[in-house]
């Protein structure tokens, strides 16, 4: 059935499958060039048994897949290889997981996994163009062919035999343990509460320059300047190719074939304008020859990206000053940051997370770095001098000490204020007052909250005072109905929360919640009975890095 489903289709579609994430596991894979080597190579071993190269191969493909699955992209660029060692490494414990369990998955149960995943949400019918244009697109997206595809169906259908085979133990959940789960999740509380905020008690801080050479004497690690680099770079933005991009796209004689093809696969409700209205047929597809445009301009900029990168590192004696001259050699501008630091990267640039990271990685022996991906563009960095440390003068930093210091201040007069008045609201409960009463004398106003459950994930007139929902939440639930809360240090000041009214589940509600509810539980428990079995096995694989030398006394 594979081969008709291979004949039946063709549009641009992808699906999510939600697979099982051990992510408590760590892993190496070997490096690249030993995936190159010869056969007879070392590529570890799974429980006593050697492992082949091809065995990282289809694991490394079907990593790639279930990547491209979840997120909608393909992990390309720095930072993605820790993360896609890790899930090749699953998939490669997976296949020789199932395999030591005789799993075999037909040729029927992958016709049955695609078709539930690729049918018309009208009919229900299995789409002949969502196929093969899914197809198509990990095809010239990732260079991924259906044969590795349907390789990645098989894993992950042994992975959910697997799941169900050791998540057994987590079925045995009764009904009775699911109904009082069930209540304890879904019974609600009403409550009442006060913020006290430091913004109210700014202006009540005094000033002066002896207390402000204090607090910044006191505190002058918090105001060190830490080192910082700065680097030369050249920046090849991807909208400077767009013309070339337009040329290039004016030469194909199936375009507007390939324009209508989109509009068709992705749907006319795809298509909107920024105020979420339907663009016309003309419009979209207007936007759809832009994204032509933008991602062929990408593709161009890439290709000088990188040949300009080769040149670079091609000069046999490697220094900072081959990034200025090959820049030289072709025209290109190149520019200079201002000195920054890890944490914050320069802060007048648009770049990627790892820039700084990696400009703080070069030195004078190794001034070059690889190409840095970006958005709209690819950066080449070299060193140019590092900053070192230093600690600033008051003078310098004046503004912010004064505005630290107000800050400090105003928060130890709200807690101040915050603890005498959760001492007297307690009193007064025990005397019989009402919570708002007492706020009322106080000079405070309560807050109502509606009724929450523990599931609760979202309460305006809490959030609005910056307070997290979960901690009050947690706070009032500790609490007998008619008592308040402690002051508690939180968000811009802190809060006293009072329960008043406990409302148990809906007895109508539970009945007909409850089954569903008791089989999210056991599937819960399935997940983490499955998680532990795994995390046994992968112990005694052979797969985990082996421990380094203790060091030498």
């Given at each position: 059935m594979i081969g008709t489903l291979r004949k039946h289709s063709q549009a641009l579609w992808y699906f999510i499958i939600v697979i099982i994430v051990i992510s408590f596991v760590y892993f190496f894979t070997p490096e690249v060039d030993q995936l190159g080597a010869s056969a007879s190579a070392d590529f570890g071993s799974f429980q006593g048994e050697k492992l082949k190269r091809q065995d990282w191969l289809d694991a490394s493909s079907q990593a790639r897949v279930s990547f491209f699955l979840q997120t909608g992209r393909w992990p390309t660029g720095a930072g993605m290889e820790q993360r896609m060692d890790m899930i090749t490494r699953q998939?490669?414990?997976?296949?020789?997981?199932?395999?030591?369990?005789?799993?075999?998955?037909?040729?029927?149960?992958?016709?049955?996994?695609?078709?539930?995943?690729?049918?018309?949400?009208?009919?229900?019918?299995?789409?002949?163009?969502?196929?093969?244009?899914?197809?198509?697109?990990?095809?010239?997206?990732?260079?991924?062919?259906?044969?590795?595809?349907?390789?990645?169906?098989?894993?992950?259908?042994?992975?959910?035999?697997?799941?169900?085979?050791?998540?057994?133990?987590?079925?045995?959940?009764?009904?009775?343990?699911?109904?009082?789960?069930?209540?304890?999740?879904?019974?609600?509380?009403?409550?009442?509460?006060?913020?006290?905020?430091?913004?109210?008690?700014?202006?009540?801080?005094?000033?002066?320059?002896?207390?402000?050479?204090?607090?910044?004497?006191?505190?002058?690690?918090?105001?060190?300047?830490?080192?910082?680099?700065?680097?030369?770079?050249?920046?090849?933005?991807?909208?400077?190719?767009n013309d070339k991009a337009e040329a290039a796209l004016a030469t194909e004689t199936n375009l507007t074939a390939r324009i209508e093809t989109e509009y068709t696969n992705r749907g006319t409700n795809a298509f909107r304008d920024a105020e979420g209205k339907m663009l016309s047929a003309e419009d979209a597809k207007k936007k759809i020859r832009a994204e032509f445009i933008e991602t062929k301009a990408s593709e161009l900029g890439q290709k000088v990206a990188f040949d300009f990168a080769n040149e670079v590192f091609a000069i046999a004696e490697v220094k900072s000053e081959n990034l200025l001259t090959?820049?030289?050699?072709?025209?290109?501008?190149?520019?200079?940051?201002?000195?920054?630091?890890?944490?914050?990267?320069?802060?007048?640039?648009?770049?990627?997370?790892?820039?700084?990271?990696?400009?703080?990685?070069?030195?004078?022996?190794?001034?070059?770095?690889?190409?840095?991906?970006?958005?709209?563009?690819?950066?080449?960095?070299?060193?140019?001098?590092?900053?070192?440390?230093?600690?600033?003068?008051?003078?310098?930093?004046?503004?912010?000490?004064?505005?630290?210091?107000?800050?400090?201040?105003?928060?130890?007069?709200?807690?101040?204020?915050?603890?005498?008045?959760?001492?007297?609201?307690?009193?007064?409960?025990?005397?019989?007052?009402?919570?708002?009463?007492?706020?009322?004398?106080?000079?405070?106003?309560?807050?109502?909250?509606?009724?929450?459950?523990?599931?609760?994930?979202?309460?305006?007139?809490?959030?609005?005072?910056?307070?997290?929902?979960?901690?009050?939440?947690?706070?009032?639930?500790?609490?007998?109905v008619g008592h308040a809360s402690t002051f508690r240090r939180s968000g811009r000041g802190g809060y006293i929360v009072m329960t008043k009214k406990l409302i148990p589940v809906d007895e109508a509600k539970l009945k007909e919640d409850l089954p569903e509810f008791l089989n999210d539980v056991r599937s819960e428990r399935m997940n983490l009975a499955f998680q532990e079995w795994f995390s046994a096995e992968f112990a005694q694989s052979g797969l985990a890095p082996a421990q380094p030398a203790p060091a030498e006394q």
């Open positions: 998939r490669l414990m997976i296949n020789k997981l199932a395999a030591k369990a005789g799993i075999l998955v037909s040729d029927d149960a992958v016709s049955t996994y695609i078709v539930r995943n690729f049918s018309d949400p009208q009919t229900g019918a299995f789409s002949k163009t969502q196929y093969d244009g899914f197809l198509q697109n990990i095809a010239s997206t990732g260079g991924v062919q259906e044969e590795q595809f349907i390789e990645f169906v098989r894993s992950d259908l042994a992975l959910q035999t697997l799941s169900r085979l050791h998540g057994q133990s987590g079925q045995f959940v009764s009904t009775r343990a699911a109904d009082g789960l069930f209540r304890r999740e879904n019974e609600q509380l009403e409550a009442e509460a006060v913020f006290i905020s430091t913004s109210n008690y700014v202006s009540r801080v005094s000033i002066t320059t002896n207390a402000i050479s204090t607090y910044f004497t006191n505190r002058l690690a918090s105001y060190r300047i830490p080192e910082r680099v700065v680097v030369n770079y050249v920046y090849f933005a991807f909208t400077n190719f090959v820049a030289k050699k072709h025209g290109y501008g190149v520019k200079e940051t201002k000195p920054f630091t890890e944490l914050d990267g320069p802060e007048d640039m648009d770049v990627p997370g790892n820039f700084a990271s990696t400009a703080f990685n070069l030195s004078t022996e190794e001034p070059l770095a690889s190409p840095l991906n970006w958005i709209n563009g690819i950066y080449l960095i070299a060193y140019n001098r590092r900053v070192a440390s230093e600690s600033p003068a008051l003078s310098n930093v004046w503004d912010k000490v004064v505005a630290d210091y107000k800050s400090s201040q105003a928060l130890e007069l709200a807690v101040q204020a915050g603890t005498k008045l959760a001492a007297s609201v307690n009193q007064g409960l025990a005397a019989g007052l009402s919570f708002s009463s007492i706020l009322e004398t106080n000079g405070f106003k309560s807050v109502e909250i509606p009724a929450f459950s523990r599931n609760t994930r979202s309460i305006p007139q809490v959030e609005d005072f910056g307070v997290s929902p979960s901690e009050v939440i947690g706070a009032a639930f500790n609490l007998e």
